[in-house]
């Protein structure tokens, strides 16, 4: 069964920076696209970083030059370095795989950012 743990989350003050780990379950995780998204209170769920299996990358405007995603095929396990973190960073931060027409989802971690 396909599974993926997310873990890092937490609090931090603004200007702060936190590291997501996705890990997965399956051994095929090299050949699968991962993303990560975030859902803040009130609002739908948003792309934040995607990474493919040949390791180009993609970040939302809103991200671009503060958030790094990075993956390690032979640990199955795919990063989302954040840095400079804002107040409106803060939602739930899923990771999702997708492969072919199989998509799948982790349980999300925390992030806050206040102060």
């Known amino acids: 069964q396909f599974r993926l743990v997310e873990s890092g989350g937490g609090s931090v003050q603004p200007g702060g920076s936190l590291r997501l780990t996705c890990a997965s379950s399956t051994r095929g995780f090299s050949v699968y696209t991962a993303g990560w998204y975030r859902q803040a209170p009130g609002k739908e769920r948003e792309l934040v970083a995607r990474?493919?299996?040949?390791?180009?990358?993609y970040y939302a405007d809103s991200v671009k030059g503060r958030f790094s995603i990075s993956r390690s095929n032979a640990k199955n396990e795919v990063y989302l370095q954040m840095n400079s973190l804002k107040v409106e960073d803060t939602a739930v931060y899923y990771c999702?795989?997708?492969?072919?027409?199989?998509?799948?989802w982790g349980q999300g971690t925390q992030v806050t950012v206040s102060s």
């Open positions: 999702k795989s997708s492969y072919l027409a199989n998509n799948y």
């Open positions: 990474i493919t299996s040949g390791g180009d990358t």
